[in-house]
């Protein structure tokens, strides 16, 4: 016990001495947070938007005003006709133009029918879509209200939407856990690879080797300061969430940590398998970040749901533990589920603990190759 | 006397390249035996295998009276092992370094400070720096401390001389010998063969083939022919001069002189003027007493 305190300590000293790794284990989480939470928002705010006109009305001015009114316009230009759209579009001066045909306001209290149209810079998809969705609500919202009660001559069927658990569609909801994630498996898995093939590349582990040390005590000895660092993370990660953005865990607290420290043994083990394959450090970063980081973020459902993805992504994403831990901390934060809706995922993910751990100390050589 | 290592036809193969030849060794109890061999030689990988860090593909060796592949458990609580690239934490100071082996090793710095102090003492006040910051002879001798600090009974060290200055080079001989009276047997590589006197016996090593196995006068004296030491102004010319005469054996530059064997017994009058026609008047050519190096480069040259 002694001796293994004393490797926990010589690991300490490694990680507060060198400012490489401090960086990574305190910044890349605060960045990451931020990162996502504002700059990767796929939020609406402040779109540039254009108006033309041709009906200049009390009806179309009102509409004008209840479009800006909003935190999601910004009304960038006024058009004169439509020669003007193409242009304006093309400079990037607005992102999408809203058009009143002809004497709007007067053919839509005669029960006509009033043209309107939402021209969107389709050469940014996403946007495109977000954006025409978002107008196309405020006016069919205005619609409604300006239709006098028994006046509408078709009987429309409008659903109403509500957004269950995250009513407000915040972007950052859907991002944190993929944070988190992202931040476990970076610092476990690459940061525990890096430090044990440092000491093969320094030659200080053949002395380790010689030494009575079990392969276990060195490799326990090793991840211990990472697990610890990793739960540090976890709880900055909600608090920052919580100040940041609001938002709350909704469900057990406890429960998600004891499924983060789940999470973060699965991402030790591979750190550990990582470095026992690598003999350089080098191939160490190369492995964890191309073998594990890039699937983190592309595959495991956080930036780019499952369900879209051609089905052999599925299959490939299925054997990806980020993927199960995702759900685990999106059930429990935002839907604020207990145990027995996560169950499976946890069962998955212990097993995947196992098996790692197992091939791990199998894979720890005692001796030199 | 008891044997520390009893090493019979080891053999390792890298890839298609046979680094240890069936090497055949042993290693009386409390000496220090030293290897020495060129870059290359297989120096290090036969310390590895004697530190149980490596498994040898044919033969077998005893160490300490235990089988080295059975009983590496064992062994490696009785090993202090110093492999050539000082395993130092860099980050970590001299104190923190020293400490950690000991806890490493189940035991306190204070438990063994007899046995490393004469070392320690040396770089004691440098322990609050880190161990990047030492000079190569305090590096070494850190790195000694920490392979000593658990009182092994074998001490095995790989080219500990290596990249060091002559100064600490010498003063850490002198720290091997006190060693001995503590009844540690000491292994120890070196390629320059300079040091071999130092040792009580040494095996001279070249492309995985052990040479010779015997005290370091013997080798030295089983030098086999008469040998000349010649010096002139220009030590260059006389260097080439001296490699075209027909009788000559063997020229090898030794520090400011030659040293040289013919095939006669004596050289006369014909090498003289064989040196006056290439243009060298000053030449003292004297008979000289063989060290071990001429030694060393006379079984290099038979192996070859």
């Keep these: 016990m002694k001796r293994f305190l004393g490797f926990v300590r010589k690991e300490f000293i490694h990680i507060f001495r060198d400012v490489r790794t401090l960086v990574i284990i305190f910044g890349i989480p605060a960045i990451m ?15 540039s938007l254009a108006f033309l006109d041709l009906s200049k009305d009390d009806v179309t001015s009102e509409l004008i005003e209840r479009t800006c009114s909003s935190d999601f316009f910004r009304k960038t230009a006024d058009l004169s006709g439509y020669h003007e759209v193409d242009r304006v579009l093309k400079s990037g001066k607005a992102k999408v133009v809203i058009v009143f045909g002809e004497n709007f306001g007067r053919n839509l209290e005669s029960g006509k029918n009033a043209s309107l149209s939402i021209i969107a810079d389709g050469s940014e998809p996403n ?14 919202g205005f619609s409604q209200l300006s239709m006098p009660a028994g006046q509408a001559s078709i009987p429309v069927i409008v659903p109403e939407v509500r957004m269950f658990y995250n009513p407000s569609l915040k972007s950052q909801f859907m991002f944190v856990p993929g944070v988190i994630t992202m931040v476990l498996t970076l610092i476990c898995a690459l940061m525990t690879s890096i430090t044990l093939t440092r000491e093969k590349e320094f030659g200080t582990m053949e002395v380790l080797l010689v030494s009575p040390l079990k392969p276990v005590q060195i490799i326990l000895g090793k991840v211990t300061p990472y697990f610890f660092l990793s739960i540090v993370n976890v709880v900055t990660i909600l608090v920052l969430s919580r100040l940041v953005f609001g938002l709350p865990v909704k469900g057990s607290l406890i429960l998600l940590l004891a499924e983060s420290m789940l999470y973060i043994f699965l991402s030790l083990s591979i750190g550990i398998l990582i470095s026992a394959v690598a003999k350089t450090m080098q191939q160490a970063i190369f492995i964890s970040l191309v073998g594990m980081m890039l699937p983190t973020v592309l595959l495991s459902g956080f930036i780019f749901p499952i369900e879209n993805m051609p089905k052999i992504y599925d299959w490939v994403s299925s054997v990806l533990p980020p993927r199960y831990f995702i759900v685990i901390i999106k059930n429990i934060m935002i839907k604020g589920t207990g145990f027995a809706h996560v169950w499976k995922e946890t069962l998955i993910l212990i ?11 199998r894979k720890f050589s005692i001796r030199l190759q | 006397m008891s044997k520390a290592i009893e090493s019979s036809g080891i ?18 109890e409390g000496e220090i035996f030293g290897f020495i061999g060129p870059d290359g030689a297989g120096k290090t990988t036969l310390f590895r295998i004697i530190s149980t860090l490596m498994l040898p593909d044919r033969g077998s060796m005893t160490i300490l009276g235990l089988d080295s ?23 970590l100071s001299v104190e923190e370094n020293l400490n950690f082996y000991a806890s490493v090793f189940g035991t306190t710095v204070e438990e063994n400070y007899e046995l490393i102090r004469d070392i320690y003492s040396h770089i004691e006040p440098f322990r609050k720096r880190l161990a990047g910051r030492l000079s190569g002879g305090m590096k070494q001798k850190l790195a000694l401390s920490c392979a000593l600090i658990h009182k092994p009974r074998l001490l095995v060290l790989d080219e500990p001389t290596t990249g060091v200055d002559t100064v600490s080079r010498t003063e850490f001989w002198e720290m091997l010998r006190k060693l001995k009276q503590h009844d540690i047997t000491i292994v120890i590589s070196t390629p320059y063969v300079d040091e071999a006197m130092n040792c009580d016996r040494v095996a001279l090593i070249q492309d995985g083939k052990l040479m010779s196995v015997d005290k370091p006068q013997n080798i030295r004296d089983g030098f086999s022919r008469k040998l000349f030491s010649a010096r002139a102004g220009d030590k260059y010319r006389l260097l080439l001069a001296l490699r075209n005469y027909p009788a000559t054996l063997s020229v090898f530059p030794f520090g400011d002189s030659i040293h040289v064997t013919f095939s006669e017994e004596t050289p006369g009058r014909e090498l003289s003027e064989h040196l006056l026609r290439a243009g060298i008047a000053d030449a003292v050519i004297s008979e000289t007493k063989a060290g071990i190096e001429d030694r060393f480069l006379e079984l290099m040259e038979k192996n070859e």
Excluded: W
């Excluded at chain 2, 592949?69 to 064992?74: F, I, L, P, Q, S």
């Design chain 1, 33 to 47: 947070i931020i990162l996502f939470g504002y700059v990767v928002s796929t939020d609406l705010k402040d779109a």
């Design chain 2, 11 to 28: 053999c390792k193969t890298f890839g298609d390249r046979q680094a240890l030849k069936d090497i055949i060794f042993d290693v009386n």
């Design chain 1, 127 to 140: 946007t495109a879509a977000l954006v025409s969705t978002y107008a196309n609500a405020i006016i069919s």
């Design chain 2, 69 to 91: 592949t059975k009983g590496y458990r064992k062994l490696r609580e009785n090993i202090g092992y110093m492999p050539g690239s000082f395993s130092l934490y860099l980050d």
């Design chain 1, 351 to 361: 097993l995947m603990t196992v098996i790692m751990m197992g091939l791990a100390v």
